[in-house]
């Protein structure tokens, strides 16, 4: 098996070999499209080929969508086209990323944009009839402005909520249409997240936020928060109205470190033997993830408690109720260590590199959870899978573990 010391060296380098690797599918799946398209576009400019909705685009079979709609803020002001069609999502907003948001009253239609660069200015027209809009700019962190907040579904992206199974095609189609929530009140405890783990976890801290170029923002209460390969780039996250600064720090570990891992993994075969796509089902009795979605399961678990666990231990100055939500948050994970992927044949599915990254990160995850059993002796028998913390304030009253915050 691979020494684990080479592997730990070997991770910078997945790393970096896989967001250059996604980076330029995406360079290539532009040239393909279109020979010409690097005479508008900065063929070095990462920031470009970065951006999640290219992938959307790249793995959409939809109509409703327009390549020079995506990359429109990207291309230099003299080079933009002067006529393009874009779309508008079921709440009438036409995206154009690294630009703003034009504001309609007309839902999932098509317009045509025209552009003139001498002015800088964008009209509107739909059948030949000129449409009134007005204009969002993006709204990025104040501290961090490279990455993007949002609470609209692009049409690029509707697919990964209407393909949702726990949603009817009408509630999807519902939940896309309603009224977005107001972002404002979040930005302040998704600063403070951020903020939280540049102080205290800088190595993994500077991976995760640099993986994350958007943060769209939704709330149905039959979804869960997720990331995906198809919009690489992107954190979905299901935000309640009472969702602070412990809900965004757990959440931003979570799925940036999906990202994350989605570029050290970028080449599956230098970890799996098998298809990676095979379901764990074939191996382990009512499971339906894949492989490689518990492989991430099992990185993204280890990360949430090893990096909650040092933040608990640095006991940041907070509020009280906060610093108890990050502990239940980090307790029930308890329920999420022993889950199926540990008990395959390791030799029939992983490479050496494959083994030696899957025994590396359970056993940090299990010894995480027996030398901090302080941390995780809580009655979480009853908490559902999605945490909830007024369930686990009411199980484990916080007065009775008022040690574990002084």
Do not use: W
């Amino acid at each position: 098996m691979l020494l684990l010391s080479t592997y730990m060296e070997q991770f910078d380098t997945l790393y970096e070999k896989g967001k250059a690797g996604f980076s330029d599918i995406i360079r290539t799946a532009l040239y393909r499209h279109d020979e010409t398209i690097f005479d508008r576009l900065d063929f070095y400019n990462d920031r470009i080929v970065e951006e999640p909705l290219l992938y959307c685009y790249f793995n959409s079979t939809d109509e409703h969508k327009s390549l020079d709609q995506v990359l429109f803020g990207y291309y230099a002001r003299e080079k933009r086209p002067q006529e393009l069609s874009v779309f508008s999502n079921r709440r009438g907003k036409i995206y154009l990323p690294y630009y703003g948001t034009l504001l309609t009253e007309r839902g999932r239609g098509e317009f045509t944009l025209f552009y003139d660069s001498e002015t800088d200015t964008i009209s509107l027209s739909q059948n030949d009839e000129s449409v009134a809009f007005a204009y969002a700019p993006i709204s990025v962190l104040e501290h961090y402005p490279d990455i993007e907040v949002t609470s609209d579904v692009d049409p690029h992206a509707e697919k990964f909520f209407l393909d949702f199974a726990a949603l009817t095609q009408e509630e999807a189609e519902f939940f896309l249409a309603y009224k977005p929530i107001e972002i404002t009140q979040y930005i302040p405890d998704i600063e403070e997240a951020f903020r939280l783990m540049d102080d205290l976890l800088p190595e993994d801290a500077e991976k995760i936020r640099t993986s994350i170029k958007k943060i769209v923002l939704f709330y149905h209460p039959k979804l869960r928060n997720f990331a995906t390969r198809e919009s690489h780039g992107t954190i979905f996250l299901n935000v309640e109205e009472t969702a602070n600064v412990s809900f965004f720090l757990e959440e931003i570990i979570h799925q940036g470190s999906h990202i994350v891992f989605n570029n050290v993994t970028f080449d599956t075969s230098e970890f799996f033997q098998t298809d990676p796509n095979a379901l764990l089902s074939d191996y382990v009795a009512n499971d339906s993830r894949t492989l490689y979605g518990a492989f991430h399961g099992i990185y993204t678990t280890c990360k949430i408690v090893d990096l909650l666990i040092r933040v608990i231990d640095s006991k940041p100055v907070m509020k009280p109720e906060v610093a108890y939500e990050i502990i239940g948050r980090l307790a029930v994970n308890k329920n999420r260590h022993e889950i199926g992927l540990e008990t395959v044949p390791y030799e029939s599915i992983f490479t050496d590199l494959g083994k030696t990254c899957m025994d590396y990160y359970f056993t940090l995850l299990d010894e995480n959870i027996h030398k901090n059993s302080r941390l995780f002796d809580f009655d979480i028998k009853n908490h559902p899978v999605v945490f909830d913390y007024e369930v686990f304030e009411q199980d484990n009253p916080i007065e009775q573990y008022k040690h574990l915050l002084s």
